[in-house]
């Protein structure tokens, strides 16, 4: 064997290849561009079916849902990646027009399908008019893209193993250092009062950081303020175009309202409650005028989403079109720069980077309900415990908690049992939590160490108990008891 070594047999070659497409995917990620991956994976997710998808996500372990579609995407950038490194490796030894063909395939496809959509240009160009405009990306692919195929022909094997040791060993020191780091804080946070100190707990307010996140887009659109534009119209007298600046001229209101997507199983965490500043919608449709035949809304927004509620829940006075959560302007994958909140109704009908509001008077199917999601859409009782091993109070007992959450019809009481639902005993409710968010829920009681399994259940505001049928959550929202091992040490 002589000359340079085949690289599709040096370690340094994947590397090189993971790399790249980790470096493309979180880059897409942070830049909010569609690009081909996103239409690989919308085509995927309509052949495997949604709700397999969702039940594989929810499955996973230690949180690992949350970046299911960043491993998605960087699986879609490894599969082109490699293709066209295989590919390429292919041409280098034919003849020179093929050599020179597969060269320009290769850099069209490369510019068309992965350059310009990052630069937000769209795939091959062909930009949504929303997107935002940022060069730098462009730059950064291209850097990547260089150095990738600067590596792929340099096929010198990786680092002597040595230095690899060194490697794993700092990496344990990080490990350690954050690990004491964290200490100090953990006995900072267990100061507070009980509420606050009961380990594993949710926050009454979730911090926006901490807000789930859900849409059907893999990279979610980042609009710009100066750009967008709200509209009403259909059924209306006047049909109304407003800016950002607009919205915030007219007069705002502002409270905590709890968002809940319906595809959050028993026990799951896709809920949250933010403080939400914004328009009461039932002001904008004033301003619009409704015209009588009007009986339900069409909400469009900027990434080809589209849903629908009856007007009768547009003119609750909680239905507002919100641009702060938690005080401050919409983050990017919360709607920014504003979306609509309805109390009540699962979070697919809380559209996000709304664009615009049709009143109709016939019945609209949006996006999800394509795809067999209930059109109702009425949030189902739900209650969940938080706390995997319970707080000790000081007084010799200890404390478990958790949510407990009821849509509009807000939570009257909430029960744990220790027997599997034969006994239920009354757990303590947080004052303070209104009729359309969360209600936070403690139990204290005198207890030997060991493992306790607990169940949980909630009366809602009109004295009904929550449905103990287990039920998946499509396709109206999912059903039963939450029950959990809490350990008491
Ligand atoms: N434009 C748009 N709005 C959307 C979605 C979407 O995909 N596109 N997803 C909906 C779903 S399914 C849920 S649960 C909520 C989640 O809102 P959050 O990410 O702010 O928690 O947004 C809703 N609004
Ligand atoms: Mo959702």
Redesign the pocket.
Known sequence: MTGTPNPLRTPRFYLALAAVALAAAILQFRLGQAAPPQLLFAWLSHLLGVPWIFNLVHALPWGLDAYAKHALLAASYLIAAGFGALFALWAVARPWPVRLAAALGLALAGTGGVLLPLAGAGFFGLAPDNYAYPPLPALLAAAGLAAFFALLLDGAPLRAAAADEDRRRSLKGLALLAAAAAWPLQLARAAGDLWGRIRGLAPEITPTKD???????VVNPKLRADRWRFEVGGLVETPLALTLEDLKALPAVERPST?I?ISNPVGGR?V?NSVWTGVRLRDLLELAGVRPEASELVLR?A?N?SDSFPLDAALYEETILAYLQNGEPLTA???YPARLLVPGI???K????LTRIELVDEDYQGY?QKRGWSDRAVVRTMSRIDTGVATPTGDGRVAIGGVAFAGRRGIRAVEVSFDDGRSWRAAELKPGSSRITWTLWRYLWQAEPGRYTVTVRAVDGEGRTQDPNPRPPLPDGATGYHCRKVRVV
């Open positions: 807000h789930y996140q859900v849409s059907k887009n968002l997507c896709l949250g927004a990434d989403y994958d919360h709607g699962y979070g697919m809380n559209v996000k980077w999800w």
